[in-house]
């Protein structure tokens, strides 16, 4: 049974709904991962904490790591922008779509 323009298009639009759930999940997700670093490095090094992360050995680590996570979420974010498009591309260019004459 061949596919309808209607199946067709449902199932595109159930595609782009949970990339669009997805996309909007992640951005807040790097939000509230930046507000809460920003807080912790606010006490860090406004309420003079830094000697004793320091004396921990664990200042460099905290920085480091977070430039990592931030990196890895906003390519993650990126990337799904991409896939987004590409699926868009992928409807337009679905031979369902096209017209019979």
């Known amino acids: 049974m ?6 067709s298009n449902g ?7 949970s990339l669009n759930t997805l996309l909007d999940k992640t951005k807040r997700a790097l939000f509230e991962y930046e507000q809460i670093n920003m807080e912790f490095a606010h006490k860090i090094y406004n309420e003079d904490l830094t000697p004793l992360m ?5 200042l460099e680590d905290y920085e480091k790591e977070f430039k990592v996570m931030h990196g890895l979420m906003t390519r993650q974010i990126e990337h799904l922008i991409q ?3 590409e699926v868009k591309m992928m409807m337009i260019k679905d031979s369902v779509n096209f017209p019979l004459n």
Do not use: G, P, S
């Open 2 to 7: 061949k596919m309808t323009w209607e199946d």
């Open 54 to 58: 320091e004396k921990a050995e664990c």
């Open 83 to 85: 896939i987004r498009d």
């Open 11 to 17: 199932r595109y639009n159930k595609l782009f709904e």
